[in-house]
């Protein structure tokens, strides 16, 4: 089983800079890739960036594609959001989560960080 915390929400003024972070324990062997996900208030949750365990291979979607970085860490069981130019629209939920291939669903989802951005 795989175990996600994020952490790293703020309350930011439009164009700032967040990095969020996405901490991963338990079988972490497992997992094919972790993605973050949003949820913006009164909405539904909604992909935002992926990256692969194992090759880190990324994918975007399009309102955050360059404004927005997935990386990383391996050694320290970690995956960041970089997130560049914020805009108001990015205010959001925004959570993490895992799966064991690219077909399932993401699972082992974490209790979320908020992120606010100010006009």
């Known amino acids: 089983q795989v175990r996600l915390g994020e952490s790293g929400g703020e309350s930011v003024q439009a164009g700032g800079s967040l990095r969020l972070s996405c901490t991963v324990s338990?079988?972490?062997?497992?997992?094919?890739?972790i993605a973050w996900f949003r949820q913006p208030p009164g909405q539904e949750r909604v992909f935002v960036a992926a990256?692969?365990?194992?090759?880190?291979?990324?994918r975007y979607a399009d309102s955050v594609k360059g404004r927005f970085t997935i990386s990383g860490d391996n050694p320290k069981n970690t995956v960041n959001l970089q997130m560049n130019s914020l805009k108001p629209e990015d205010t959001a939920v925004y959570y993490c989560?895992?799966?064991?291939?690219?077909?399932?669903?993401?699972?082992?989802w974490g209790q979320g960080t908020r992120v606010t951005v100010s006009s």
């Open positions: 989560a895992a799966r064991p291939n690219s077909v399932t669903r993401y699972d082992g």
């Open positions: 990256i692969t365990w194992r090759d880190g291979r990324t």
């Open positions: 338990g079988r972490t062997s497992s997992i094919y890739d």
